[in-house]
């Protein structure tokens, strides 16, 4: 354990930032209703941050993956503030006054949040001053302009003026000219200029043109020396402003509420909605203004006004590198001993090789559990919608996309399918935050081809993820189905743990055309499901229910046991049900990578629960749904958190996990994490997190590294029972 790793484990919970209220000795009776035994959404979504932060800050992790981490962290507050503190604004604003699960008005929870982001952005920037002196002892260094030679200079102008100075667009501000419209997340430079003999100041916007090909840090030279797109604009203002006196050169940036839907009622169509909300998030609100804390305090509060926002809250100064979330370029870098070691993912065991027609595996060998980024997406998913589309038994090809990737061959594969005669159907849900557009596109180009593309059911978003494949076998139509935990996304597929399942079983066949026929009509007549736990209808009272029966079930004898293993825990539903497991006796072991509103180890109301998060080189992604069942055991996996919102508001599709085999698979996942002491880190009452110490060498591995090891022993053991197959059969062939 490193002293950086110790002292962090010591110091998170010391601070009581975040989700913490005081925590006095519980009484014996507990009122549910009430608001002290749930933590608040954003402040424990801010909290698992601060774990990301750590793995910037661990000396373990190898320095461009802490790069890497602290661009995670920059990200990941941009989308908190388009999104969550967007939305609480958009309540203010509103008027309204209800108060949260927790007992918070939407104004303390944006009061309480800005305290807790401006915290992290204290310890961001440090650790980045840090990061940079320790990228700059292995030869990789970001340096400002001024700190190159004269001859380095003369390069970057020549680059400055032949690829730069076209796309610039300066902008003045006075009575002719009036305040120029900031686009979102945008870098800016506000530039003081006057004339030699004319005291008079001229303001002047320039927004540095980023995603146009030229990266946010410019290589100089063949070695890893970068000097700053907005650093090199600075100092060719000359060119910009011939003759002028530049008095200042300000950074800024600014970032607006992702929170423009609109009610279905003001739009003729969903496709309409989608492209209005579009155009309007490019106009809504500003939430946040970020400023070089060298801009002066005139034109901190001459921005505040102008943008029309507080200039004591909503305006954050910022020391070292603005938008940080740009530094994924520097953590890219390819310096292989500076990375992770390198992870290639393995075929699936059972797809390795010259494996046969997949259907023809699924129908005889049974199904199959796959695990992302363990086991490759591209022979397992992709290859099952490929032969799908080639295959001339295959009828129909239904498939529901949420996101996908730009290069992801998933899209051409659908098009082949619907060029080689099949029923294609897909139902793309334009409401997927952030991939709007791009699904957009991708529908418009699936129709275009013939495909069948609906958009789901009005007033709920389409979460699932399911591919459903009907094939004339030679006895018959039979159902053939992908359900997973991730996106149909090639990228994310090796960045993101998430678990899928490849079946024929015939009742969840039947139960995902009820699923489809449910989709594609746009409403919901009686569906009858047999096995699927599909939401809004059925799932969130089928946990509540499997809950109570665990806890009618519970004995000394017959000990019940509950494990989620899931992104978030809000439901408030849900958490109370596991409050009265736990004081029930039933034991609780929950895996939760960020918001969880339930407080753990509380005596006589949550001192049978355990609550972990897993942070580490891949995103914890994967939902798993286990119940103990008096024996009988029970394991779910799907596209649901237990949200509000994904069990109220959404289409998401659990199914079972049935066969013993793959049951084993999930419970060595449950009992890998569980046990994690390089990567895990436990809750406390209050809302804060310690992480765990390995104390034998055999725990200084993560549970992601052992599964990846697991991974590779499974398809190991494989090509040794096929190498002795081979061998038994050339044996009886020489007989």
């Known amino acids: 354990m490193t002293k950086t790793t110790a002292q962090a484990g010591k110091a998170t919970p010391a601070k009581k930032t975040g989700p913490t209220q005081a925590v006095g000795k519980a009484p014996r009776s507990f009122d549910l209703t009430s608001s002290e035994w749930y933590l608040n959404r954003e402040l424990t979504w801010l909290e698992f941050n601060r774990r990301v932060l750590h793995e910037a800050r661990d000396e373990r992790t190898p320095l461009l993956e802490r790069v890497m981490f602290l661009a995670i962290i920059g990200s990941n507050l941009d989308e908190f503030f388009m999104k969550r503190i967007g939305g609480l604004k958009q309540q203010v604003g509103a008027g309204l006054k209800k108060l949260s699960i927790d007992g918070r008005t939407p104004q303390q929870q944006i009061d309480e949040c800005h305290v ?37 200079q003369e390069e970057m102008d020549v680059y400055f003026y032949d690829n730069i100075y076209p796309l610039l667009t300066p902008q003045g501000m006075d009575p002719a000219h009036p305040f120029p419209f900031i686009s979102n997340l945008s870098l800016n430079l506000l530039v003081a200029t006057r004339y030699k003999s004319d005291d008079h100041i001229f303001l002047n ?71 209005t ?13 970020e400023v070089g804390s060298c801009m002066s305090e005139s034109h901190r509060g001459m921005l505040a006004a102008e943008l029309g926002i507080d200039r004591e809250r909503d305006v954050f100064a910022v020391d070292g590198i603005m938008a940080k979330r740009d530094l994924f370029e520097i953590s890219s870098i390819d310096r292989p001993e500076l990375h992770y070691p390198v992870h290639q993912p393995y075929d699936h065991y059972r797809l390795a090789g010259d494996s046969p027609n997949i259907f023809h595996i699924i129908r005889e060998e049974g199904a199959l559990l796959l695990q992302h980024p363990y086991e490759s997406f591209d022979s397992s998913v992709e290859r099952f919608l490929r032969e799908a589309s080639t295959d001339p038994k295959v009828l129909a090809i239904k498939m529901t996309l949420y996101r996908t990737s730009s290069d992801s061959r998933i899209i051409q594969y659908l098009l082949d399918a619907a060029h080689n005669g099949k029923q294609v159907a897909v139902v793309v849900e334009l409401k997927a935050r952030f991939d709007e557009s791009a699904n957009i596109h991708w529908a418009g180009y699936l129709e275009q081809a013939g495909v069948h593309v609906t958009y789901g059911v009005v007033g709920l978003k389409t979460h699932s993820k399911v591919i459903f494949v009907i094939r004339q076998d030679y006895d018959g139509l039979r159902r053939y189905a992908h359900i997973g935990t991730g996106n149909y996304h090639a990228g994310t597929a090796r960045l993101y743990s998430d678990i899928g399942l490849l079946t024929c079983d015939p009742q969840i066949g039947r139960d995902l055309t009820e699923l489809f026929n449910f989709l594609t009509m746009g409403y919901a007549p009686a569906r009858n499901y047999k096995k699927l736990l599909p939401s809004p209808k059925i799932l969130k009272k089928a946990l509540l229910e499997k809950i109570e029966r665990e806890i009618k079930n519970h004995s000394d004898k017959n000990p019940g046991l509950i494990q989620f293993k899931t992104n978030a825990l809000e439901d408030r539903d849900i958490t109370a049900a596991l409050y009265k497991a736990s004081m029930a006796g039933v034991r609780v072991d929950l895996i939760v990578r960020d918001t969880c509103r339930l407080r753990p180890g509380i005596e006589g109301l949550s001192e049978n629960i355990r609550v972990i998060s897993i942070v580490g080189r891949f995103l914890e992604h994967s939902r798993i749904y286990y119940f103990r069942n008096s024996g009988r055991e029970e394991y779910f996996t799907g596209s649901a958190d237990i949200m509000k919102r994904n069990l109220e508001e959404r289409v998401e599709v659990i199914t079972p996990i049935e066969p013993p085999e ?27 997190y310690i992480q765990r110490k390995p104390k034998l060498r055999g725990e200084q591995r993560s549970s992601q590294e052992i599964l990846i090891e697991l991974a590779a022993k499974r398809l190991a053991k494989a090509r040794r029972l096929f190498k002795k197959k081979i061998k038994k059969i050339a044996k009886r062939k020489v007989k």
Not at 230 to 239: P, Q, S
Not at 662 to 688: F, H, K, Y
């Open 277 to 289: 909300a579009l155009r309007d998030r490019k106009f809504a609100e500003i939430v946040r203004l």
């Open 662 to 688: 793959l049951q084993a698979a999930l419970r060595e996942i449950l009992d890998v994490q569980l046990n994690d002491q390089r990567s895990a880190w436990v809750m406390q009452p209050d809302g804060t």
């Open 205 to 275: 916007r320039i927004k540095v043109p980023t995603g146009v090909g030229i990266p946010r840090f410019i290589r100089v030279g063949r070695e890893h020396l970068y000097v700053q797109f907005e650093d090199l604009i600075a100092n060719n203002l000359d060119t910009i402003f011939p003759g002028m006196v530049i008095e200042s050169c300000e950074l800024f940036r600014v970032t607006r509420n992702a929170i423009t839907e609109k009610t279905l009622d003001q739009a003729n169509d969903l496709l309409a909605m989608i492209e």
């Open 116 to 152: 807790v982001v401006r915290d992290l952005l204290r310890q961001q920037q440090e650790l980045e001053s840090r990061l940079l002196g320790l990228l700059a002892a292995k030869d990789i260094r970001i340096v400002p302009y001024k700190a190159l030679t004269g001859e380095q």
